[in-house]
């Protein structure tokens, strides 16, 4: 019988990137792109993450997973919700982007998009007050929980609609300086960040 650290870097199958979405400026529409360029340590080509004046940290991608786009709209009584009202960079379907997340200290993981990519998941990706905008009131908390992910570029490289998506053990190269490896994840609800935190992160 496998043990848990092992069942944590077992999946199913691989994922696929649906989905490209460039953010110019904060409140500008989103661009749908078919690839893009991925810089390491600061994000994609053309995003406003990137080209902030101090790029970095821990929202350097945002993922979104396409399996709950359906559960949002749901939640909020609409027919569909479309990726781009969310406003996360890559839209990943068939692999739980929530499991690529490190549960263990001494067993970082990596997401690997395509053949040139590496994301480490860094944490969720909360929803801010605008979404009451977007999608109705009440928006705010149907998306809790359904938000995405954020990651810090890893390695960098080129990103196409249609790559394989794939979580495994960091590779040895790429191993974090033990200070910034996660620590065991609790399996509570996240702390929310304070309001007017969370509307300066939005987009």
């Given amino acids: 019988m496998p043990d848990l650290r092992e069942l944590t870097r077992q999946f199913p199958r691989p994922g696929r990137l649906d989905t490209i979405l460039l953010r110019p400026a904060r409140r500008a529409p989103v661009q749908a792109v078919e690839q893009a360029f991925v810089i390491e340590g600061r994000g994609l080509q053309g995003d406003r993450s990137a080209s902030a004046a101090k790029p970095g940290g821990r929202r350097q991608v945002t993922l979104l997973q396409a399996e709950h786009l359906p559960v949002i709209a749901s939640l909020c009584a609409l027919a569909e919700v479309g990726a781009d009202v969310l406003r996360r ?41 605008r979404m009451e905008e977007a999608l109705g009131p009440g928006a705010y908390n149907a998306i809790r929980g359904h938000g995405g992910l954020t990651a810090r570029v890893l390695q960098g490289g080129v990103v196409r609609v249609g790559d394989e998506v794939v979580c495994r053990a960091r590779a040895n190269e790429l191993d974090a300086k033990p200070e910034s490896r996660p620590e065991i994840q609790p399996a509570t609800e996240p702390a929310t960040e304070p309001a007017s935190k969370i509307n300066k992160l939005l987009i």
């Fill in 89 to 129: 960079n890559f839209v990943v379907s068939g692999l739980n982007l929530l499991a690529a997340r490190a549960l263990f200290r001494d067993q970082p993981m990596a997401l690997h998009i395509g053949a040139d990519v590496v994301l480490e998941i860094s944490g969720p990706c909360e929803p801010c007050s």
